[in-house]
Structures are given as structure tokens and as C-alpha cells.
């Protein structure tokens, strides 16, 4: 969904699963963006901060609280999306490591296993609400697709096979989840089977029509 700002800057945002290889295809992305002229500025969420470190550190919690969670992440999504609000202003072009969208399937996930017996309460809707009054709507978001048998091969291959078996389970959700969000909200899927520079290539040509001013 294009957020209609012309004349100002953009916003691009790289998504996907767990072992999309989305942070080395946005750090690419910033690259082969600065080499074209760019001014561009490299962002994530969880952000550098204060309520980024409390996130990460939460996460870390095997006790945690999915809902002090999601709060969390909203708190950092909020502060973020008023400095990235200034940066566009400047008219500068600003590529998001995640946002809103990654914390919203996953912990539309989580919460649901939270809340087993509120039935009448749909986690997605309750986290797009509670957002909504700051949100800001990036001009393209990448979701970053693959089978989840190739991103578990990504990661840590050390874990044990019922670490995988789990991980695996969840990860399918989560693909699942940002399937349905890429064909509601309008999101481009991108091919992340190949290489990163292919992926990278990929990416690049599906923001182009953006930088040139189309919605």
C-alpha cells in the first residue's frame, strides 16, 4: 500500500521469515541505492534504542508476556515512525530492516496462543488498532519468500532436531500469515530461493516504478 507522499522522500521495507536473509539483502539494498545517487538512510525494528534493547532482552525472556510484548514493540514502532515521518520530510529514501508489519504476524501468533479462551478478540486486528492512530504506510514492502525447509537450512543448524521440528511448525505459520497479508495489503513478493544478489536485483527492480514517482 503506497502511503501518497509525493515530492517527499520513501519508505521501503524488506520482510520475510526467520532466514529470508533480509537484513543482508536491505544492507545490500542501501548499497546498490547510495551507488545510484541516493541519499539513503538504514533502518530496523526492533530499532537502536533504549526500547529496542528492551525488546531484544524480552525476547530473550523464556517467561516473557506476549501482550507487555506487543506493547513493547508498539512503543518502539511509534517513536520510530516519528523520526522516519522527519527523514521523508528531508526527502530522504529510507529502507527498513522490518516494521510493523514483521511484529504484527508474529505476534498476532503468539497472542493467540495467549488468549485461548477470547475467542471474540482477533489478535492481527487488536495489534492493527492499536498502531493505527500513528501508523505510517510504507511506499513498498518486500516480503522476502522462500520454502521454510531453505530458511531453517539458513540458520543455526546446530539446533537440536525438536528445536527445528518447533521452529520449523511456527515458521510455516509466519509464511503463511505474510502470504495473506502480501495478497491482501497489496505487498510484492520476492523470490529469496537464489542468491542474495539475485534477490537484491529483484528487489531493486520492483521499487524502481516507486523511486520514479508511481504509486
Known sequence: MASS????????????????????????????????????????EPTDSF??????????????????????FAADHAAHVAGLRQRLAENQLVVSDRYSTSWRVYQSITLADAWPDQADVDPATWLEDLVAPFELAPDRVLVLDL???????????????????????FLETVRERYQALTEQE????????????????????????VLEGEP
Open 5 to 44: 507522499r509525493p515530492g517527499v522522500g520513501r519508505l521501503i521495507v524488506v520482510e520475510g521469515v526467520d532466514g529470508a536473509g533480509k537484513t543482508t539483502v536491505a544492507r545490500r539494498l542501501v548499497d546498490r541505492l547510495k551507488q545510484r545517487g541516493h541519499d539513503v538512510h538504514a533502518t530496523r
Open 186 to 209: 497489496g505487498y510484492t513478493a520476492v523470490d529469496a530461493t537464489g542468491s542474495i544478489e539475485a534477490t537484491v536485483d529483484t528487489c531493486l527492480q520492483a521499487i524502481d516504478p
Open 51 to 72: 526500547r529496542g534493547d528492551a525488546i531484544r532482552r524480552a525476547l530473550d525472556d523464556p517467561d516473557h508476556d506476549p501482550v507487555s510484548e506487543a506493547l513493547l
Open 147 to 169: 520454502p521454510v525447509e531453505q530458511a531453517l537450512a539458513r540458520l543455526d543448524d546446530r539446533a537440536r532436531e525438536t528445536e527445528k521440528f518447533e521452529r520449523g511448525r
